[in-house]
């Protein structure tokens, strides 16, 4: 088979960092220069098609490389009408000449700067490779004359076990996920479907567990608009709870889990930095679908890195309070609280990792989704049920299961109350984050699905509509929010402060163009009159516009007169138009 080591003439071996490989290449890693892949058209071949053709290249160290990772939009063929390759096209074209913005929610790497990441992804991109799967892996669905079917399944199946090992060679990992139909079954393929696969979030966990000094997520939602991935999306979606086509492969992934972790955890311990150490210590349980680990205080100390005077006084970014918080371990949060360790903390530090400074111990607990035992340990070390953040958004905000609420309601939690300046009762942010357990739960507590509109001014509706993308229960929030009566044609509406912010986006809107702009830049330019349709016209659910329009939802412009038709084609999203072409105004 031959190994993935020979150099390529002329490739330049300084391109990239060494990583130690922790996954074994049993197949070599075939690979498309950018520059041949811009050039072509229509279907995408395959792999031995392409090797005839000398378009195929095996890697070398100092070759950057992108990783594609999709969901096949058909079963004999990835991509039957070419609708993938198009949209990495324009991707790929996009980020040479800056006509295409990736939003950058956070950084993962503390050490890594916007302008780094940017111009990093566009070198990668001006002298890479692409990795994608039709290309350099042998298909028997693509059978070859002359050729045997046995050696190819051989081949193949190397290829396949050796995935892991070109994840974490490649230096771009690229999440190619507009929404298109399956050819086969008419079933939508997008964000939250790619994202329960359990193929593609093993790949997304090689890829982010290495120790690469890059290991952002491009996802690609459509030719024009692209972002990096928001952390907590892939540390909630663990391997073993994904969909595999093949029962079997699911005890495979999980090991490949496991060790990709243990290996992150390693090195860390032993390069840093600490705080990272030990958020993924604390984590492993939780990420690898175990339960929570209960640690004795000599081998807490030691593992996390203590003495009991530091666990006691610590206050960093990960201090041992937070530590036995994230690893789930109530008895030794207990112990820390009888030592007088400081459980008033103010989160710093952790924004990378997708916890946002000012939130306090408790909110760190319910929104890690810890067991009720511990949200009840918490609120009786003296833990306030009703705080609240800088903003306003209070800690009822923060509740991820029907268990969380209970607990809070029995220290007197207010589920009604909008913060303040932020303006959002809780079941905005539940309705946006939360699970379809959750706000059933805060609606049979009578919880107002149209809460009177102030500061940021967004309804439950409008906030579960917006980030719809990427939650397995998104679209069945929705339509239990509809089913409750929330107001499918409110409109947003900014008080106070949050006008600044809007006058803001919309200056930069009018000033550089909208092509120009971040998504978040447009998003919130976008935001004063926008309804829920017009939201998910924006973002490109068709099954979300066609919900609302269900319900009585009209086409609305918002107060820059941008239409629903206007806002899905300004970001790709065509697919969406046909919708409205039925719709009478």
Known sequence: MG????????????AAAPVKHVHQCLF??????????????????????????????QWAPGMR??????????????????????????????????SLQVELDVIHDLDIQFGDVVEYTRQSVLSGYIFLDWFAIPQITARVDGVNEESTKSDAALAVQSIPFYVETSNIFLALVPELKHHDTGKCCNYTSWLSRGWCR????????????????IVVYSTKESQFMFPRDWQENTI???????????????KLGEVALEHKIQNLSSAGPLNLYRFFLARRSKMLGEAPMTWD????????????????????????????????????????ANKKADLNVSLHGLEPLGYCTGWNLLMVALESRQSPEMIRALL????????????????????RSPEHVDELLEKKADFHKAGVPVGLVPLV??????????????????????????????????????????????????????????????????????????????????LLGREFCSPQTRSVATLPGATPLLTAAAIGIEEVVELLLSYGATPQANDRGETCEFLAAANGHYNVLPCFQTVSV
């Open 202 to 217: 093993a790949e997304l966990w090689c890829h982010l567990l290495s120790n690469k000094p890059f290991t952002q997520v």
């Open 28 to 57: 070599p890693m075939y690979v498309v220069k950018v520059s041949d892949f811009l050039e072509m058209e229509g279907v995408p071949e395959p792999h031995h098609i392409l090797l005839q053709k000398g378009l195929l290249h």
């Open 380 to 399: 009786s070390l003296g833990l306030d049920a009703n705080s609240a953040t800088f903003d306003g958004t209070t800690v009822c905000s923060f509740a």
């Open 240 to 254: 073993d709870e994904g969909d595999f086509t093949v029962e079997s492969d699911r005890h495979v992934v999980k």
């Open 3 to 14: 190994a993935c080591a020979s150099q390529c003439e002329g490739e330049d071996a300084s």
């Open 297 to 336: 205080v000599e081998s807490f100390l030691r593992h996390f890195k203590f003495d009991l005077d530091s666990a006691i006084s610590d206050k960093s970014s990960m201090s041992a309070v937070l530590c036995a918080t994230f690893a789930g371990d109530v008895a030794m949060v207990q112990f820390l």
């Open 65 to 98: 490389v992108i990783f594609v990772s999709h969901q096949w939009l058909g079963s004999a063929h990835p991509d039957p009408q070419g609708r993938h390759a198009a949209a990495l096209r324009s991707t790929l074209q996009g980020i040479l000449d800056g």
């Open 429 to 510: 942010k539940v309705a946006d984050t939360g699970n379809l357990e959750t706000v059933s739960k805060l609606l049979a507590l009578r919880c107002d699905p149209n809460p009177p509109m102030d500061g940021l001014g967004v309804t439950p509706l409008l906030s579960a509509v917006a980030l719809s993308r990427g939650n397995p229960d998104g679209v069945e929030i929705v339509r239990t929010l509809l089913k409750s009566r929330a107001d499918p044609n409110v409109a947003s509406r900014q008080t106070g402060m949050w006008l600044t912010m809007v006058g803001v986006g919309r200056a930069k809107v009018a």
